[in-house]
């Protein structure tokens, strides 16, 4: 298959708002794979690349080469081209780096560059995330969507389960099951705005009743003596927490998944500032984090997935010692809920999280059976361009505009600006991030509102949320300010535009 074809797709994709037609596109594109351009079409179609790491950024496909005059680009070829890429290490890297960027978007015609350039910096916008990627699965191979989706929360890639439902069916995802080693996209929490509704949304009745730590969301395995920890975005950090590594060895089994989280905490027990705990999936620091475990996904050869959140409770009873599994109620008294919630808070924590104890562990969907409850609002949001600062913040970038994600376009719709909350160590590091995003490096100084590549993910607090006309989405939060900046999410997993209606008509 041709890279033109791909970019044709794309186009026609970005093209409509309607779902079922970028649905119908992706599903005629992902048809005419040959089986082994499948994953790279499928990646490609979502606006990603296979390679993790390419080490090539916005300035590196900042100047290209003159154009090619007519396609001849194969796609296996740019996966080939890319692993190169990828591959190039040591002395003389940047140059050999520059040579093949240059061989790559040499052959590439004016079109073709553009997408590649889009592709390598995260720009590609068609409104084909995950979920429609899917559906087009779905319907290019004739397999149930349930069946599809499920497989790839197992397997942790929809380009894999591409592969096996386009050239085996139905009959071939059967074998996704959970693998112990093997992560898969963890459950997700909904939110809702106090904890009546939190219950209420759960089911009612008696529900479980978690603290929210603010920590790093980890996923551990273990099958016999392999150990294997990952992040939410399946990222393997194994190395970086021996601290997790040394408790799971402590467990008393020989396999097992478990779901928590690991949080650096001060002496007294309170939880530090979340950049520490962060900053150990990124570095090696003198931070040290405690893991707590809140769900075990599988035990000694048994798959608890699909076994009730009570069921899963009491084998995380049974096996975690209670130092290292999260604090806990579980009630239907709304009196007792609040008074752990207040206790919750008053440990220094963000909230709780409600959880319906019928419920099977739905990985990688966010639905009604988890419900967070934070009573200081906040939301995970997009920046999509800055402002220079005057007065005392001259010389640094430091209004930011605010955007949630759109799932049916792939864009941003943005809910307002805001200043507040920085510090001037805040100030200082925002105006390096973004001057290394800004859309227009050359002419950065040149405009009062610096746009910027839509990538970094900043979690705002706010008090409300009011119809506005300034904004396309009809909505403005109210007292918007910084609480920080999120380098463990990707712009793909901000809060969409839907789940701030949800709180709006929630007030």
Same mark, same amino acid.
């Given at each position: 298959? @041709?890279?033109?074809?791909?970019?044709?797709?794309?186009?026609?994709?970005?093209?409509?708002?309607?779902?079922?037609?970028?649905?119908?596109?992706?599903?005629?594109?992902?048809?005419?794979?040959?089986?082994?351009?499948?994953?790279?079409?499928?990646?490609?179609?979502?606006?990603?690349?296979?390679?993790?790491? !390419?080490?090539?950024?916005?300035?590196?496909?900042?100047? @290209?080469?003159?154009?090619?005059?007519?396609?001849?680009?194969?796609?296996?070829?740019?996966?080939?081209?890319?692993?190169?890429?990828?591959?190039?290490?040591?002395?003389?890297?940047?140059?050999?780096?520059?040579?093949?960027?240059?061989?790559?978007?040499?052959?590439?015609?004016?079109?073709?560059?553009?997408?590649?350039?889009?592709?390598?910096?995260?720009?590609?916008?068609?409104?084909?995330?995950?979920?429609?990627?899917?559906?087009?699965?779905?319907?290019?191979?004739?397999?149930?969507?349930?069946?599809?989706?499920?497989?790839?929360?197992?397997?942790?890639?929809?380009?894999?389960?591409? $592969?096996?439902?386009? !050239?085996?069916?139905?009959?071939?995802?059967?074998?996704?099951? @959970?693998?112990?080693?093997?992560?898969? @996209?963890?459950?997700?929490?909904?939110?809702?705005?106090?904890?009546?509704?939190?219950?209420?949304?759960?089911?009612?009745?008696?529900?479980?009743?978690?603290?929210?730590?603010?920590?790093?969301?980890?996923?551990?395995?273990?099958?016999?003596?392999?150990?294997?920890?990952?992040?939410?975005?399946?990222?393997?950090?194994?190395?970086?927490?021996?601290?997790?590594?040394?408790?799971?060895?402590?467990?008393?089994?020989?396999?097992?998944?478990?779901?928590?989280?690991?949080?650096?905490?001060?002496?007294?027990?309170?939880?530090?500032?979340?950049?520490?705990?962060?900053?150990?999936?990124?570095?090696?620091?003198?931070?040290?984090?405690?893991?707590?475990?809140?769900?075990?996904?599988?035990?000694?050869?048994?798959?608890?997935? &699909?076994?009730?959140?009570?069921?899963?409770?009491?084998?995380?009873?049974?096996?975690?010692?209670?130092?290292?599994?999260?604090?806990?109620?579980?009630?239907? &008294?709304?009196?007792?809920?609040?008074?752990?919630?207040?206790?919750?808070?008053?440990?220094?924590?963000?909230?709780?999280?409600?959880?319906? $104890?019928?419920?099977?562990? &739905?990985?990688?969907?966010?639905?009604?059976?988890?419900?967070?409850?934070?009573?200081?609002?906040?939301?995970?949001?997009?920046?999509?361009?800055?402002?220079?600062?005057?007065?005392?913040?001259?010389?640094?970038?430091?209004?930011?505009?605010?955007?949630?994600?759109?799932?049916?376009?792939?864009?941003?719709?943005?809910?307002?600006?805001?200043?507040?909350?920085? #510090?001037?160590?805040?100030?200082?590091?925002?105006?390096?991030?973004?001057?290394?995003?800004?859309?227009?490096?050359?002419?950065?100084?040149?405009?009062?509102?610096?746009?910027?590549?839509?990538?970094?993910?900043?979690?705002?607090?706010?008090?409300?949320?009011?119809?506005?006309?300034?904004?396309?989405?009809?909505?403005?939060?109210?007292?918007?300010?910084?609480?920080?900046?999120?380098?463990?999410? #990707?712009?793909?997993?901000?809060?969409?535009?839907?789940?701030?209606?949800?709180?709006?008509?929630?007030?």
């Amino acid at each position: 298959m @041709l890279l033109a074809d791909i970019v044709a797709s794309s186009r026609a994709v970005a093209a409509t708002r309607s779902r079922k037609a970028k649905v119908a596109a992706l599903a005629d594109a992902l048809a005419a794979a040959a089986p082994d351009e499948i994953e790279t079409v499928a990646s490609y179609l979502a606006g990603s690349l296979r390679q993790r790491r !390419t080490g090539l950024g916005w300035r590196g496909v900042a100047d @290209l080469p003159p154009p090619a005059a007519s396609p001849g680009l194969e796609v296996l070829e740019v996966h080939e081209l890319f692993d190169r890429i990828s591959a190039i290490a040591g002395s003389g890297s940047q140059a050999a780096r520059r040579s093949a960027v240059a061989e790559l978007f040499g052959r590439a015609t004016a079109d073709e560059q553009a997408w590649l350039r889009g592709i390598v910096t995260g720009a590609v916008r068609q409104g084909a995330l995950d979920a429609l990627l899917q559906e087009a699965v779905a319907a290019a191979s004739g397999v149930p969507l349930g069946v599809v989706r499920r497989s790839a929360m197992l397997a942790g890639s929809t380009p894999v389960v591409a $592969l096996a439902a386009l !050239t085996g069916g139905e009959e071939a995802l059967a074998g996704f099951g @959970l693998e112990v080693g093997r992560p898969v @996209l963890p459950m997700l929490a909904s939110s809702a705005p106090d904890l009546p509704a939190a219950m209420a949304k759960a089911g009612g009745g008696e529900v479980a009743v978690d603290v929210k730590l603010d920590g790093i969301r980890i996923q551990v395995h273990r099958s016999g003596d392999t150990i294997r920890v990952v992040t939410r975005s399946l990222d393997d950090i194994t190395a970086r927490l021996p601290e997790v590594v040394a408790v799971a060895r402590e467990v008393p089994a020989a396999s097992f998944v478990l779901d928590g989280e690991a949080i650096a905490l001060d002496e007294d027990g309170r939880p530090r500032p979340f950049q520490e705990t962060a900053s150990r999936t990124a570095m090696e620091s003198g931070v040290e984090v405690t893991p707590y475990f809140f769900d075990v996904l599988h035990l000694d050869g048994a798959d608890l997935l &699909d076994s009730p959140g009570r069921e899963r409770a009491e084998a995380l009873e049974e096996l975690v010692p209670e130092r290292h599994r999260v604090p806990r109620l579980v009630t239907a &008294d709304a009196e007792a809920a609040a008074g752990f919630l207040d206790s919750a808070l008053a440990s220094g924590h963000e909230g709780v999280v409600v959880k319906n $104890l019928s419920a099977a562990y &739905d990985a990688g969907r966010r639905g009604s059976a988890w419900v967070k409850v934070k009573p200081v609002h906040t939301l995970d949001l997009v920046v999509l361009a800055i402002e220079w600062g005057s007065g005392r913040r001259e010389g640094w970038l430091s209004n930011i505009h605010l955007g949630a994600r759109d799932p049916d376009s792939g864009g941003f719709v943005m809910l307002g600006k805001t200043f507040k909350g920085m #510090t001037d160590e805040m100030l200082a590091w925002q105006t390096e991030r973004f001057t290394g995003l800004a859309v227009s490096p050359d002419t950065i100084r040149d405009h009062y509102v610096v746009e910027v590549r839509p990538e970094q993910v900043v979690e705002i607090a706010f008090d409300g949320i009011q119809r506005s006309s300034r904004y396309p989405g009809g909505m403005a939060l109210r007292f918007a300010r910084v609480v920080r900046y999120r380098d463990d999410k #990707t712009a793909a997993e901000a809060d969409t535009v839907d789940q701030v209606r949800e709180q709006f008509a929630a007030r």
